[in-house]
Antibody, heavy 113, light 107 residues
Framework: EVQLVESGGGLVQPGRSLKLSCAASGFTFSDYYMAWVRQAPTKGLEWVASISYDGGSTYYRDSVKGRFTISRDNAKSSLYLQMDSLRSEDTATYYC??????WGQGVMVTVSS | DIQMTQSPASLSASLGETVSIECLASEDIYNNLAWYQQKPGKSPQLLIYYASSLQDGVPSRFSGSGSGTQYSLKINSLESEDAATYFCLQDSEYPYTFGAGTKLELK
């Protein structure tokens, strides 16, 4: 059974940093592109970033480019999202996804002073 | 960026009815279209991928069709558990983009 468990969320002030982690199990992690998708409260879904099998290629939405960094550790079957210079508009539930197939339960990030 | 226009925004139907939800892409997405179901407080669950392929474990009353820029999700014989919000996603090119969602209510 595929399991994705996100952690690292919380309340953070604007301009500060936060790092999200996703522990994956139940599939061969290195065989899949991974991604982060977010959903602001009562809003729709927004793709944030994706990373290739070995981490050699990364892709970001324009609004997070230069502030967020997606990375992975295949030996640990883990995905990460380093979020710097956080803004109020980054407030959302962040989901770790296996391509488009499977989603974690999500972790809440609130950016507020 | 590819824009995904999803319709209708909301839908009310009775048990046993059949409903359809549409997604229109601003350019050809070559069947790279997925459909999700999301219930309140839960993460989205994949129903359909590559426009018409049914994800394992998803009831056969769900089906997807379409090509080019026009895609649809059909739900036959509605059951009470189908009350949810449905989203489409294009994964043809980055940035991936979602439809705004369709909230399905059961009468």
């Amino acid at each position: 059974e595929v399991q994705l468990v996100e952690s690292g969320g919380g309340l953070v002030q604007p301009g500060r940093s936060l790092k999200l982690s996703c522990a994956a199990s139940g599939f061969t992690f290195s065989d899949y592109y991974m991604a982060w998708v977010r959903q602001a409260p009562t809003k729709g879904l927004e793709w944030v970033a994706s990373i290739s099998y070995d981490g050699g290629s990364t892709y970001y939405r324009d609004s997070v480019k230069g502030r967020f960094t997606i990375s992975r550790d295949n030996a640990k079957s883990s995905l990460y999202l380093q979020m710097d210079s956080l803004r109020s508009e980054d407030t959302a539930t962040y989901y770790c996804t296996v391509g488009v197939l499977y989603w974690g339960q999500g972790v809440m990030v609130t950016v507020s002073s | 960026d590819i824009q995904m226009t999803q319709s209708p925004a909301s839908l009310s139907a009775s048990l046993g009815e059949t409903v359809s939800i549409e997604c229109l892409a601003s350019e050809d997405i070559y069947n790279n279209l997925a459909w999700y179901q999301q219930k309140p407080g839960k993460s989205p669950q994949l129903l359909i991928y590559y426009a018409s392929s049914l994800q394992d474990g998803v009831p056969s009353r769900f089906s997807g069709s379409g090509s080019g820029t026009q895609y649809s999700l059909k739900i036959n014989s509605l059951e009470s558990e189908d009350a949810a919000t449905y989203f489409c996603l294009q994964d043809s090119e980055y940035p991936y983009t979602f439809g705004a969602g369709t909230k399905l209510e059961l009468k």
